[in-house]
């Protein structure tokens, strides 16, 4: 029983992770770069939904709730997913201590392909960052670890994107490359030895990148409100691909909702 109520949380966690990942994509990506030049606060809270995907075989679909929560002033800046302290920051160059949860990971009752696997669990996974918001185009970077232990793994990514205005609507395409090791490939989409079956054969997954595409719309009617709806996808690297637990090269995701900024 114990095992069971365990088993619940750390899947509600992982759910959680990946919903909040996709609303602080979707919702807030130009506020990273609003730097604060006092130490008030700014608080933002929302609520929206989000179709949850993830690329295992014969892995339903599900649409979640989306909570957005928010809170950024000169020296951090902080979501449900993501926790940063700023170590240096003017208006254009931020240096940052990253920590973020991240929604990776399976349960057995996730998918038939699944059964008899062991869970992989989701992590926070903390390091470093950096944000230039330059003329032409607002450019970060990361590279984080895995601070929980379950993979081991490591992971680095480049974004880019612009925020093109028109009157109260903005339209924000965005374009990001993920480096992930052996470890982190191995972990969630390898297949061990003792889970091997006929149709699952064992897998050992080896270090890849990651293509992610997306745009964003928003809708600003006030300062203080917001309307957004986000499309994005991913492009998994061959080593990801190459898995016998995966059936899809891309994977799209999606989410709609609304912020209120204080």
């Known amino acids: 029983m114990y095992q069971r109520k365990l ?4 899947l509600a966690a992982n759910n959680l992770g990946l919903i909040a990942a996709v609303a602080f994509s979707a919702a807030w990506i130009p506020s990273a770069f609003a ?13 929206g939904a989000a179709v949850i995907d993830k690329p295992y075989r014969d892995f339903d679909r599900e649409v ?24 240096y920051s003017t208006e254009s160059l931020s240096f940052r201590l990253r920590a973020r949860w991240a929604g990776d ?4 009752e996730d998918s038939p392909v699944l059964v008899g696997m062991d ?8 390091g470093g960052a950096v944000i ?7 450019v970060s970077g990361e590279v984080l670890a895995d601070a929980m232990g379950n993979s081991k793994g490591a992971r680095a990514k480049l974004l880019i994107d612009r925020r093109f205005a028109a009157g109260k609507f903005g339209f924000t395409p965005r374009l990001a490359a993920e480096w992930v090791d052996g470890k982190y490939v191995d972990y969630y989409y390898g297949v061990r030895q003792s889970e091997a079956r006929a149709d699952r054969a064992f897998y050992e997954g080896k270090a890849t990148t990651n293509m992610q595409f997306g745009l964003r719309m928003d ?8 309307v957004f709806l986000d499309a994005g996808a991913t492009r998994f690297g061959s080593t990801v691909k190459d ?13 709609l909702g609304y912020v209120y900024r204080f």
């Open 7 to 10: 088993s619940r949380a750390s």
């Open 35 to 47: 730097q604060d030049n006092d130490n008030s606060g700014h608080w933002s809270l929302g609520i």
């Open 64 to 87: 979640k709730p989306l909570p957005v929560v928010s809170y950024e002033n000169k020296w951090v800046s902080a979501s449900i997913p993501t926790f940063d302290v700023k170590l």
């Open 105 to 108: 990971g399976y349960e057995a």
């Open 119 to 126: 869970e992989r669990e989701a992590s926070i996974w903390a």
């Open 132 to 138: 230039w918001k330059a003329d032409f185009a607002n």
């Open 219 to 226: 809708y600003t009617p006030t300062r203080h409100h917001r």
């Open 243 to 255: 898995s016998s637990l995966v059936d899809k090269a891309n994977q799209t995701s999606f989410a």
